[in-house]
C-alpha cells in the first residue's frame, strides 16, 4: 500500500459526460501529479501541484482541469468525455516540491470507460 | 520538451538470464533518472534511480547506468526470477522539471 488512495476505482459513463476523479495523497506529501496510461500505453504526465499551487502542465487536454484542495487532496475534472479519454488515471504523491528530490509514490489508480 | 525513448517493447528471457532494457532521452539538461516496475493491473512503483554525477548504481540483482555523453541510460536484471516479469518504464527530469516517461517494456522471465 502506498499510501495514496485514489477513487473511485472504476467508473463507466458515455460520452460528453463529465467526470471527476479524487485523489488523497501520502500524509505529510505535498506535491500531487496526475498521468494518464491508455491502453498498451506509456505514462503521460499531466499536471502537477504543490501545496495547493500549479506546478507544471503536460500534455493536459482543455477539457481537463484539476485542483488541489487545503487539506492538499486533489480532483481531477474530465469533462465532454470522448471514446479515446477512457484509460487509467493514475494519482502520485511525493513530498518534494521539485519532481527530481523524491520518490513517486503511485495510487492504485481509477480506470475509466468511456462508451 | 523532453523526449524518452525505450527499447526493446517486449523482452523474453529464461528464468536465471540477464535482462537488459535501454533508453534514451533528448534533454541535455536531464539530471534524474528513475525506473518503475508496474506489475499487471498494479500501480507503478519505484525500484531504482541514479543521479547524473553516477555513472552506475547497483542493488542487489538490479543495476543501472548512465552515459551522459550519449544520453542513453539501461537498466540490468541479472539472475532474473518469474515475479521480475512486469512492465519497466524508464522516466527522465529535463528542463521543464517533470518526469517524462518511456513507453515501456513487458519482460517476461520463462520458467
Known amino acids: 500500500d502506498s499510501g495514496v488512495t485514489q477513487t473511485p476505482k472504476h467508473l463507466i459513463t458515455a460520452t460528453g459526460q463529465r467526470v471527476t476523479l479524487r485523489c488523497s495523497p501520502r500524509?505529510?506529501?505535498?506535491?500531487v501529479y496526475w498521468y494518464q496510461q491508455s491502453l498498451d500505453q506509456g505514462l503521460q504526465f499531466l499536471i502537477h501541484y504543490y501545496n495547493g499551487e500549479e506546478r507544471a502542465k503536460g500534455n493536459i487536454l482543455e477539457r481537463f482541469s484539476a485542483q488541489q484542495f487545503p487539506d492538499l487532496h486533489s480532483e481531477l475534472n474530465l469533462s465532454s468525455l470522448e471514446l479515446g479519454d477512457s484509460a487509467l488515471y493514475f494519482c502520485?504523491?511525493?513530498?518534494?516540491?521539485?519532481?527530481?528530490?523524491?520518490?513517486?509514490?503511485f495510487g492504485e489508480g481509477s480506470r475509466l470507460t468511456v462508451l | 520538451g523532453e523526449n524518452v525513448e525505450q527499447h526493446p517493447s517486449t523482452l523474453s528471457v529464461q528464468e536465471g538470464d540477464s535482462a537488459v532494457i535501454k533508453c534514451t532521452y533528448s534533454?541535455?539538461?536531464?539530471?534524474?533518472f528513475p525506473w518503475y516496475k508496474q506489475e499487471l493491473g498494479k500501480r507503478p512503483q519505484l525500484i531504482i534511480d541514479i543521479r547524473s554525477n553516477v555513472g552506475e548504481k547497483k542493488d542487489q540483482r538490479i543495476a543501472v547506468t548512465l552515459n551522459k555523453t550519449a544520453k542513453h541510460f539501461s537498466l540490468h536484471i541479472t539472475e532474473t526470477q518469474p515475479e521480475d516479469s512486469a512492465v519497466y518504464f524508464c522516466a527522465a527530469i529535463g528542463s521543464a522539471r517533470q518526469l517524462t516517461f518511456g513507453s515501456g517494456t513487458q519482460l517476461t522471465v520463462l520458467p
Open positions: 534533454d541535455s539538461a536531464s539530471n534524474y
Open positions: 502520485a504523491s511525493s513530498v518534494a516540491r521539485a519532481t527530481n528530490t523524491g520518490e513517486l509514490f
Open positions: 500524509s505529510g506529501d505535498l506535491s
